[in-house]
């Protein structure tokens, strides 16, 4: 059975596109493959000063949420 024929999104050529392929039905495996590698160079790691600053606003996400779920109308 031959497997369907797609056309990239992003460099327009034509693939198969085959089961457990990784990335998205409309891309090519190598431009998945490059956006990924794009993907993992910009993460980055985080400062300790960033990982402060997430945390605090989680919590504050957090905080608020059980405000506004938990929060008695009287």
Same mark, same amino acid.
């Given at each position: 059975? %031959?497997?369907?024929?797609?056309? *990239?999104?992003?460099?327009?050529?034509?693939?198969?596109?085959? %089961?457990?392929?990784?990335?998205?039905?409309?891309?090519? %495996?190598? *431009?998945?493959?490059?956006?990924?590698?794009?993907?993992?160079?910009?993460?980055?790691?985080?400062?300790?000063?960033?990982?402060?600053?997430?945390?605090?606003?989680?919590?504050?996400?957090?905080?608020?949420?059980?405000?506004?779920?938990?929060?008695?109308?009287?």
């Amino acid at each position: 059975m %031959p497997f369907p024929i797609k056309i *990239c999104a992003i460099c327009k050529e034509e693939f198969e596109l085959k %089961p457990d392929k990784p990335g998205f039905a409309n891309r090519c %495996p190598q *431009c998945t493959e490059e956006s990924a590698e794009a993907e993992s160079a910009t993460k980055g790691r985080m400062t300790a000063e960033e990982r402060n600053t997430s945390k605090e606003a989680n919590e504050a996400r957090r905080q608020a949420m059980r405000n506004l779920l938990y929060r008695k109308d009287s």
